[in-house]
């Protein structure tokens, strides 16, 4: 699935070897992608594909934050090491400049029209660098917090904090689960939709929700299509999962069986419906008469419903 | 699963009435479990089974929270109100007084002989109090944090924090989604099992770890059995899913083929093995020569090894 569908080695080991992370940062054959908050640097590579401009130390060490912060280590892909950074607006727009064909686009849409390769570095810098950011003081004790691990372990500056006593899981980089389900009619001939307020105009999607303490997949997804549209689901089967980077959801696509009358939560949703599978057909293809559709190829929703029809 | 079948109803929608709240929580009928981080007040049902100690609002009003902490509305089953607080450790010992055979436990293992629907409250009510107690300060801005919604959600107190011009993962709770997979050989006769350092003397287990930003779950096993003991797996299938109270780890179990010589990382890990499905039937059953054993069946990896042999 897009945006987790990586080719680089993560070489987590090698994370803690501050001697071996120092020298591969330095090293010009070495690759930065650059991003700030939910921007990121790219190039055309032709009309419908992009690729993250591609710099290496010399031209951005100036830039570079002192602290190990907004700043992580993806991996080594093909003997190249590839990093991270998080860098002002401004120093974007500098270094926007001096390379031809570049610019800075918002991530969504733009991420979609990345390679798959480059979606996949792309998710894991955003996951790990949103999770930087929001992690600038110890949630224990309120004091700053220290950023360690080429990017992956936040420890607190305080050394009488609780946290210097266990592992607790506020110091690595946070991972939502959230299931996403297709829910199909036993005769397996309609689907249930439903659309957020958020969502553009016209889109519908499948039901999805964050995974809670004390629950699995299964019983997460019985949960939320209850109290989304008011049905009881008789099964539920895993199909496949996928990162999403907004900022750092783990996908768990899952298809479910229910039937009868839809009941739509208004607090949380505009609408929702039955669909029939020529529809969902119609809206996967951007033919539906009433200009409906779903969400696009990259999306695990759009390979759920792919799966049903 | 184990820690994960309850038959209560979370009522998500009601968390945010605080007049129900309120009403339900001095309501005598609501039942309260009691908890301090991982120590829990039990009442043996037999031999072999515990439950948890059932106090009503009259026998610990007097120790209440008053600020929300430290205190979750878990949900309804049979139109009773369940809530979980965590107390003191004397406050325990106090309220374990007024109670015959009533006793405070340590959680692990004393957990693993609850009933099964009382294992998923307690696994429920560890995951959120355990969240909460690990964010009293925001994490963005360093200013003490409310909590909101029965326990669910998370404010920052500074009204200048900019978590509050856009939603947080912060705010909610965290699970921590973790991959454990049975590694089989192509000819089915064997699997990896691996010990960690913390392990009880004997006991060996399959190959797990956290999912990191940017994978899949399927990716994120390839990764981890590579790094753990060397092997390239060829294909992953997902088999079920369980909470893991630990404090809060989705362990998302998997089957995964692979073969050759074990690498083992002795970093993280003290031993692994390729063993023979002979063996682990001994090492499930408790009669292994050697003394090895697997861990018990209330543990994912027991039920995906059960699945195999």
Same mark, same amino acid.
């Given at each position: 699935?897009?945006?987790?569908?990586?080719?680089?080695?993560?070489?987590?080991?090698?994370?803690?070897?501050?001697?071996?992370?120092?020298?591969?940062?330095?090293?010009?054959?070495?690759?930065?992608?650059?991003?700030?908050?939910?921007?990121?640097?790219?190039?055309?590579?032709?009309?419908?594909?992009?690729?993250?401009?591609?710099?290496?130390?010399?031209?951005?060490?100036?830039?570079?934050?002192?602290?190990?912060?907004?700043?992580?280590?993806?991996?080594? @892909?093909?003997?190249?090491?590839?990093?991270?950074?998080?860098?002002?607006?401004?120093?974007?727009?500098?270094?926007?400049?001096?390379?031809?064909?570049?610019?800075?686009?918002?991530?969504?849409?733009?991420?979609?029209?990345?390679?798959?390769?480059?979606?996949?570095?792309?998710?894991?810098?955003?996951?790990?660098?949103?999770?930087?950011?929001?992690?600038?003081?110890?949630?224990?004790?309120?004091?700053?917090?220290?950023?360690?691990?080429?990017?992956?372990?936040?420890?607190?500056?305080?050394?009488?904090?609780?946290?210097?006593?266990?592992?607790?899981?506020?110091?690595?980089?946070?991972?939502?689960?959230?299931?996403?389900?297709?829910?199909?009619?036993?005769?397996?001939?309609?689907?249930?939709?439903?659309? !957020?307020?958020?969502?553009?105009?016209?889109?519908?999607?499948?039901?999805?929700?964050?995974?809670?303490?004390?629950?699995?997949?299964?019983?997460?997804?019985?949960?939320?299509?209850?109290?989304?549209?008011?049905?009881?689901?008789?099964?539920?089967?895993?199909?496949?999962? !996928?990162?999403?980077?907004?900022?750092?959801?783990?996908?768990?696509?899952?298809?479910?069986?229910?039937?009868?009358?839809?009941?739509?939560?208004?607090?949380?949703?505009?609408?929702?419906?039955?669909?029939?599978?020529?529809?969902?057909?119609?809206?996967?293809?951007?033919?539906?008469?009433?200009?409906?559709?779903?969400?696009?190829?990259?999306?695990?929703?759009?390979?759920?419903? @792919?799966?049903?029809?």
């Amino acid at each position: 699935n897009f945006f987790s569908n990586s080719t680089i080695q993560r070489q987590s080991k090698l994370r803690t070897d501050e001697n071996w992370i120092q020298e591969k940062m330095t090293d010009n054959k070495t690759r930065y992608v650059l991003m700030n908050r939910n921007e990121i640097v790219v190039i055309p590579t032709n009309k419908r594909h992009l690729t993250l401009l591609n710099v290496n130390y010399e031209m951005i060490e100036k830039y570079l934050p002192a602290n190990n912060r907004n700043f992580v280590f993806l991996g080594e @892909q093909d003997k190249q090491c590839i990093f991270a950074v998080h860098l002002e607006k401004l120093v974007l727009a500098e270094i926007v400049k001096l390379h031809q064909e570049a610019r800075v686009i918002h991530a969504f849409p733009g991420a979609l029209k990345l390679r798959q390769d480059e979606a996949s570095l792309y998710s894991h810098a955003v996951g790990m660098l949103s999770w930087q950011r929001s992690q600038r003081f110890c949630s224990v004790c309120g004091n700053a917090t220290v950023i360690k691990d080429a990017g992956y372990k936040l420890t607190c500056s305080n050394h009488k904090c609780s946290t210097h006593k266990g592992a607790v899981s506020a110091s690595y980089p946070r991972v939502d689960p959230t299931i996403i389900s297709a829910v199909i009619s036993p005769d397996q001939s309609r689907t249930v939709l439903a659309r !957020q307020p958020r969502f553009p105009p016209g889109m519908f999607s499948c039901i999805a929700g964050f995974v809670e303490p004390g629950e699995s997949v299964e019983a997460c997804c019985v949960r939320e299509v209850e109290e989304e549209v008011g049905l009881r689901v008789h099964d539920v089967s895993y199909l496949s999962s !996928q990162f999403w980077p907004m900022p750092a959801s783990l996908m768990l696509g899952c298809l479910a069986t229910a039937d009868g009358e839809l009941s739509v939560d208004s607090a949380e949703l505009e609408d929702g419906r039955w669909f029939t599978r020529e529809e969902v057909v119609d809206m996967m293809c951007g033919r539906h008469a009433g200009g409906l559709f779903v969400p696009p190829v990259q999306a695990i929703a759009h390979q759920l419903l @792919q799966t049903w029809v």
